[in-house]
Structures are given as structure tokens and as C-alpha cells.
């Protein structure tokens, strides 16, 4: 049974920082990619970040372009979001996620619960 839990989510002011975790579990994911989406209230579900297990090859949305860092620790089966420079519009339920890969989140299999990420202004 695939599993992703994801942690490492919380409150922080406009400016801070924050990592968050994703734990697979379950199968071997060397052939996926491993993303990051996040959704706020009333807004669709957006693609932030993305990283090749294999390949450890990264995608960005522009959005968080030069901010936001994914990698991942194959020893550990774990991928990591690393935000910094966080702002207000930031704030949304961050889920992890794996499968094929791309933009969309039709691209992916497995997701995890989410966890919450809230700045503060």
C-alpha cells in the first residue's frame, strides 16, 4: 500500500522560512516524479514544485521560482519542500505527491493528506 504522509507544515511571519516533508512508503518510486501542489480556499489545486527520483531533475511554478526548493534523499525515501522568503499568498493545505509527473495534478497517482502552511502578514 503506496503512502505519503507529509509533515513539517505550520504558522510563520511573511519573510520566514519553512521545510516540509514528504515520507514515501510502499513501492519503489525510482521511475516517478515526486511534486508538490498546494491549494488555498476557493482556488483550484496548483502545481508548485517537482523532482525526478531518478533523475533528481527540478520544476518550478514561477510562482515560487527562487524561493522554493524540492529535493529529495533517496537513502530516506523522502522528499523535501524547502520555502523561504515565504509570503501571505503562500498560504494553502501543501500536498505531496507521486506518479508521472507534469504541471498537472492529473499527472499523479498517489497524494498524500496535506499539511497546512499559513503566513502571516
Known amino acids: 500500500q503506496v503512502q505519503l504522509v507529509e509533515s513539517g507544515g505550520g504558522l510563520v511571519q511573511a519573510g520566514g522560512s519553512l521545510r516540509l516533508s514528504c515520507e514515501a512508503s510502499?513501492?519503489?518510486?525510482?521511475?516517478?516524479?515526486m511534486g508538490w501542489f498546494r491549494q488555498a480556499p476557493g482556488k483550484e489545486r496548483e502545481f508548485v514544485a517537482s523532482?525526478?527520483?531518478?533523475?533528481?531533475?527540478?520544476y518550478y511554478a514561477d510562482s515560487v521560482k527562487g524561493r522554493f526548493t524540492i529535493s529529495r534523499d533517496n537513502a530516506k525515501n523522502t522528499v523535501y519542500l524547502q520555502m523561504n522568503s515565504l509570503k501571505p499568498e503562500d498560504t494553502a493545505v501543501y500536498y505531496c505527491?507521486?506518479?508521472?509527473?507534469?504541471?498537472?495534478?492529473?499527472?499523479?497517482?498517489?497524494w498524500g493528506q496535506g499539511t497546512q502552511v499559513t503566513v502571516s502578514s
Open positions: 510502499g513501492r519503489t518510486f525510482s521511475s516517478y516524479a
Open positions: 505527491a507521486a506518479g508521472g509527473g507534469g504541471w498537472s495534478a492529473n499527472g499523479y497517482d498517489y
Open positions: 523532482i525526478r527520483w531518478s533523475s533528481g531533475n527540478t
